[in-house]
């Protein structure tokens, strides 16, 4: 895995402490002081095998900083009380169908994890396909920038938290040869997604970038509006829950559940559609989708583990009723290696299939987010 090690700050030079990718705990390969001590970036490599659009690269940079590098000891805390640090990433990436995009995220915590904020803006042209009634490709083009602000309080000294999230995508969409599917019969070139959100989450989790125990939540209750900066009104109420539970010490079952349920004039490319690992994204897509995924891991060593998991989804709500829709499922493998032990962070590799499909995904972590 020394390929993540690639990109060395000039803060690092300048530092009291000499550097060094060795863990003094086990003499293995860790970036945490590189990160937290000299802060230094993770260079997270993307290779894109994504049938959406296509393959191609892309190169993420993660820097921390806050909690985690301030009190080191407190990080290898496995009580579940562990702040998390802040983190910003930079990225972007191009692939053979001429599809790219470019973004940057920050996720911030205040007052001992009381207060959590996440800021993000992103810029993307995209070729896809939609499938529709049909299930037949049809190509478009979806060109726009979009901004993403949240900020949530922890209620009381529980793990529950509640706030509020604002979506803005200023977009271009068009079909080629102009054929718009006859089912889209209210089809606008130019539309802006502006919608606020009512979030509620549950954070038990012992860690939120690999978690070994643990849990965490979502409720939102999403209220896109003209009054709101959009073109558009709909409704989507949105659920997701993971839970790892470890069944000994070194094998920890993953479970997740998630749907997404919409309402109103709602974008023909906003619609939910099941989002599982080697299944293209958007080509199961209705007024509703619903997915379950079953995750096994088996920590080797303290550095090292392996997974397998498979899953299933349906969309349905507006061609199809659910009994109708299609069954859609997934099956994968992947490993994980812990690159920054005092961060909880590991990155690695999963390889999925599902019909006529095959992917595999560079992941930072769990690949449930």
């Not at 001590?37 to 993660?62: D, N």
């Amino acid at each position: 895995m020394t390929s993540f090690v690639t990109a060395i700050s000039p803060d690092a030079c300048a530092s009291d402490q000499a550097l060094s990718f060795s863990d003094p705990e086990d003499g293995q390969l860790d970036m945490s002081d590189f990160l937290l001590e000299h802060k230094g970036a993770l260079p997270v490599p993307v290779v894109i095998t994504e049938p959406a659009v296509g393959y191609g690269l892309g190169l993420g940079l993660l820097f921390f900083s806050g909690p985690a590098g301030d009190q080191p000891d407190a990080a290898g805390d496995h009580s579940g009380n562990r702040v998390p640090p802040n983190v910003t990433a930079l990225g972007g990436l191009y692939t053979t169908n001429g599809t790219w995009a470019g973004a940057a995220a920050h996720f911030h915590t205040w007052d001992n994890d009381r207060f959590r904020y996440l800021g993000a803006l992103a810029k993307v042209d995209a070729h896809l396909d939609y499938f529709g009634v049909s299930s037949q490709p049809r190509a478009y083009t979806l060109q726009g920038a979009g901004l993403l602000q949240q900020l949530l309080m922890r209620i009381g000294d529980s793990r529950w938290y509640a706030g509020l999230r604002y979506v803005y995508f200023d977009s271009t969409s068009s079909f080629t040869a102009g054929e718009v599917p006859g089912e889209l019969p209210g089809f606008q070139k130019d539309q802006r997604i502006g919608s606020m959100s009512v979030v509620v989450d549950y954070d038990s989790r012992d860690n939120i970038f690999f978690p070994g125990k643990g849990s965490f939540a979502e409720m939102e209750a999403q209220l896109a509006r003209t009054a709101f900066g959009g073109t558009q009104d709909y409704d989507v109420f949105a659920a997701r829950g993971y839970t790892w539970l470890p069944l000994t010490h070194a094998l920890i079952l993953g479970l997740r559940l998630d749907g997404k349920f919409s309402s109103g004039d709602i974008p023909f490319y906003a619609q939910p559609y099941v989002d599982l690992r080697g299944v293209e994204k958007g080509r199961y897509q209705d007024r509703n989708a619903v997915a379950a995924e079953i995750e096994l891991r088996w920590d080797l060593t303290p550095r090292w583990s392996v997974l397998g998991f498979t899953g299933a989804g349906k969309a349905y709500g507006r061609w199809h009723s659910f009994s109708d829709a299609q069954n859609v499922q997934s099956v994968g493998a992947g490993f994980r290696y812990l690159i920054a032990r005092k961060l909880g962070l590991a990155v690695g590799l999963d390889v999925a299939h599902s019909r006529d499909q095959n992917a595999f995904y560079i992941q930072v972590g769990s690949a449930w987010r």
